[in-house]
Nanobody, 123 residues
Framework: QVRLVESGGGSVQAGGSLRLSCLESRSTYTRSSMGWFRQAPGKEREGVACIDSSGNPKYSDSVKGRITISKDNANHTLILEMNSLRPEDTAMYYC?????????????????WGQGTLVIVSS
């Protein structure tokens, strides 16, 4: 059973920063593709950033230059560093993981999801 637990969400003002963490409880952690997705009210869940099974990061155009994704392999944790936050970044942020070869920003390729952590950015 794969369990993903997100933390680090909160409320910040525009221009602020947040650091999201996702702890994965699985021995195959290092061979997984992992990603962060977000869903704003009334909108589809979209990919934000991910790391594929080869360790390559990928970012959506909307967050490039403002967000950095990384893996803390020693602690089985996926990290999302978010800077220069904007009100449009407000959403529930979800961590996802699975083992596949393909586009790690593709939501349908993931079977394992966390419960989400809420990010609110005020103007």
């Amino acid at each position: 059973q794969v369990r993903l637990v997100e933390s680090g969400g909160g409320s910040v003002q525009a221009g602020g920063s947040l650091r999201l963490s996702c702890l994965e409880s699985r021995s195959t952690y290092t061979r997984s593709s992992m990603g962060w997705f977000r869903q704003a009210p009334g909108k589809e869940r979209e990919g934000v950033a991910c790391i594929d099974s080869s360790g390559n990061p990928k970012y959506s155009d909307s967050v490039k230059g403002r967000i950095t994704i990384s893996k803390d392999n020693a602690n089985h944790t996926l990290i999302l560093e978010m800077n220069s936050l904007r009100p449009e970044d407000t959403a529930m942020y979800y961590c996802a993981a699975d083992q596949f070869i393909g586009n790690c920003l593709a939501r349908p390729l993931y079977n394992y999801w966390g419960q989400g952590t809420l990010v609110i950015v005020s103007s």
